[in-house]
Structure formats: structure tokens, C-alpha cells
């Protein structure tokens, strides 16, 4: 079993008689990718500022990166990084200069900050603009610059706010695959997201906060089998086969001009397994199969009873 990089008990913390966070528990296993989702005004960003030593907790108990975050304070700090959703970078300075900039405030060595800094400036494909004013770069280059600047201290664990807030497809795509490297590389990720597809893509586990609690957490593909609405979808080849498997499932709704069934399923494995295993003793043959389960929109529109509302 992993060592955990965040592991919170009973986290509160309220503004006058406004309760942000009422007894919140966390998990996050080191070299993973955790997401916290929630409605605006949920608590994430509260979350946050506590995990990352920016504002106090009122009470609970939490270990970040292995250490006490009241009592060590300082060294959670040099075991993370932070990454808002509104960019540090300098647009004045050049992209190396910026990252010389953080490994100065690091305090590394004018030969490392140089090693670290063009290290970094290869990996985020930045090596062609290092030489050019940070506000000369796109949305996509200036939040992987962002993103290396944090990467100077090689931390532990990152917390990633709205990483991707507007970027264009091919760039959020690119984000994430960095994102996922830094994972496949040991490092943990918390990360904050307005794009549900986004987690989806991305977490290993999601939890959803609302109104100060956590009301779930999972994998994506647990989450989505919380709600009513997945089918199984059997297509056959003539109407007979259709007929008997309605009548051997006795569920379901049949479709006689497509030939389609539509089996009501959390989609799991074994119910899978179950609805064909039932099929292939009466020797019903089908042609055709597919899953259907709700989308993350439809987990959090259900559970929080709010849209979301979009970055």
C-alpha cells in the first residue's frame, strides 16, 4: 500500500457564522492524481489554502507529504508546490529568466538554477522561447512555464488550481499529458477543476465537496454508477432474438424498429457478465453490445442538485 501525501481527519474551518468546512476527511496516496470538485462555494479553495499552509484550520488533524502541517509547517512547504489558476509568471522577464528567478528564491546554486532551468525549459518544449519576453507567449506556453517554475524546488506533491482555464483543446490536451508524466514520475498531484472531462481524464480519485462536506468520493467510473440512468444496449439480428431476450431478462426496453435493447445496468463487469452469461443459456445470440453510464456532469448536477458552472 502507497504512503499517503495528504492525510486529513475532521477539517473545519468557518468565517463568523458561515461554516466552510464542516469535519472533512482526505486521502491521497503519494505518486496519484486526487481531484476535489465542488459547486462555486463549496470549499475547495479553503481546502487548499489549509493543505498548503496559507490559512489555519480550526481543528482536525492533517499530515501533509509525512508531515505535521501545525507542528511542520515549514517543511510542508518545502515539499510542495502551488500552482494557481491565475499564472506567477513575470511577463516582463523571459521565460529562463523567470525560472533562474525561482531557483534564486530556492536557493540553489548559480550552476544548478542554470541546470535545473534548462532541464525544465526541455521538458516543457520552451527551449525555442527562453530567450523571449514571457508576455510574447501563448495561454498554452505561459501555464507550462507556470507549471516548471513550480517543478524548480522538485516537490513532492503539486497543487494544480484550474490548470487548464483557457486553454484551447490542443493545449489542455498537452497540459494533461504533463500532468500525467509527473505522475507516472512519482510526484502527487491535488488538483482543482472546473472541466469535469477534465477529472474524468485525469484522477485516479475524485471526492465532491458541497456546501462544506465531502457527499463522495471514488473513481470516476464509481461516481457514475452512484446515479440511475446506465443501460446495457444489446443490438440482434432479427426480431425473434430480440423477443426472447426481453422475455429471459424480463427487463428492459425493447426497440423493434432498431432491434436494440436497452437493459437497465450499473454497467459494472459483473452485471455484464451476468446479462450475457443469462443470454448464452438460452442460446440467445446477440450482434452487438455497449455500456451506457452517466457522465461526471450527470454525478455532479444529481448529487449537488447545481449546474455546473463552467470556467
Known sequence: MKNLAIAATGLRKSYGDKIVLDGVDLSVPEGTIFS??????????TTVQILSTLIKADAGTVRVAGHDLEA???DVRGAIGVTGQYSAVDKLLTGEENLLLMADLKHL?????????????????????????ASTYSGGMQRRLDLAMTLV?????????????GLDPR???????IVRDLAD??????LTTQYLEEADQLADRIALLDHG?????GTAEELKRLIPGGHIELRF??????????????????????????????GSVRAVRETLALLDERSIDIADLSIHTPDLDDVFLTLTGRQQTPA
Do not use: C, H, Y
Open 171 to 177: 493545449s489542455r490536451r498537452t497540459m494533461w499529458s
Open 237 to 266: 439480428t432479427d426480431p425473434a432474438g430480440l423477443d426472447a431476450a426481453l422475455l429471459a431478462l424480463a427487463a428492459g426496453t425493447p426497440d423493434p424498429d432498431a432491434l436494440t435493447l436497452q437493459v437497465p445496468s450499473d
Open 36 to 45: 476535489l470538485l465542488g459547486p462555486n462555494g463549496a470549499g475547495k479553495t
Open 109 to 133: 546554486s548559480r550552476r544548478d538554477g542554470r541546470n535545473k532551468a534548462r532541464e525544465l525549459l526541455e521538458k516543457f518544449d520552451l527551449v525555442d522561447a527562453a530567450g523571449k519576453p
Open 153 to 165: 524546488g522538485d516537490p513532492r506533491l503539486i497543487f494544480l488550481d484550474e490548470p487548464t482555464t
Open 72 to 74: 511542520q509547517a515549514d
Open 213 to 217: 462536506t465531502l457527499i463522495a468520493e
Open 185 to 190: 514520475g512519482g510526484v502527487t498531484i491535488f
